[in-house]
């Protein structure tokens, strides 16, 4: 089930009260966290925000966590996004060379760009447990979420670090 059109103006101005209360990482978990309750075909959803030549994981929300905390951009379906600075949408993970398996159910996979201006600074990342979980309905509602998320990513690069 992609996103109903009448879902995603009410999803998206939910996410502008999570940011307008929140900041930082907790923005950014708290989003993950709506996204994933809202869409049951998100089965995973994290936000990546590039530091220098590495995407580090600053807030996920799923059933399980991710062994993938740090991936270097030349690496993974999240790589591939940054690099190519584009949303990345892969049918079927069995057929990406490049994907970096996270969890044994995920089969398909959606990376949107979260821009500050024209620079590619983060990225929504989200596992689905079926072949084409993802459609152009899942593109054009992560593609309006992703700018609503540049202030927190930007926010997050000035907190302490994880690790
Ligand atoms: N599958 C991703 C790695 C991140 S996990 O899905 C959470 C990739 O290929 O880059």
């Known amino acids: 089930m992609p996103v109903p059109p009448r879902a995603a103006t009410p999803a998206l101005l939910q996410i502008d009260a999570i940011v307008a209360r929140l900041a930082g990482r907790a923005a950014l978990a708290e989003v993950c966290r709506f996204v994933r309750h809202s869409f ?11 530091d220098g030549d590495v995407l580090v994981l600053d807030g996920w929300d799923g ?15 999240c790589g591939r996004a940054v690099r190519e600075e584009r949303t990345v949408i892969v049918d079927d993970v069995r057929s990406a060379p490049e994907y970096l398996a996270c969890f044994l159910e995920t089969r398909a996979e ?44 930007r926010a997050a690069a000035a907190e302490p670090p994880l690790d």
């Open 63 to 77: 059933p399980a966590p991710t062994e993938h905390t740090r991936i270097p951009v030349d690496r993974g379906v």
């Open 40 to 50: 049951p075909h998100y089965r995973w959803v994290g936000v990546y925000r590039r």
């Open 110 to 153: 959606i990376v949107v760009p979260i821009r500050d201006g024209t620079a590619v600074i983060g990225e929504i990342d989200i596992d689905g447990n079926e072949v084409r979980a993802f459609d152009a309905s899942d593109r054009s509602f992560l593609e309006s979420v992703a700018p609503r998320l540049t202030a927190a990513v």
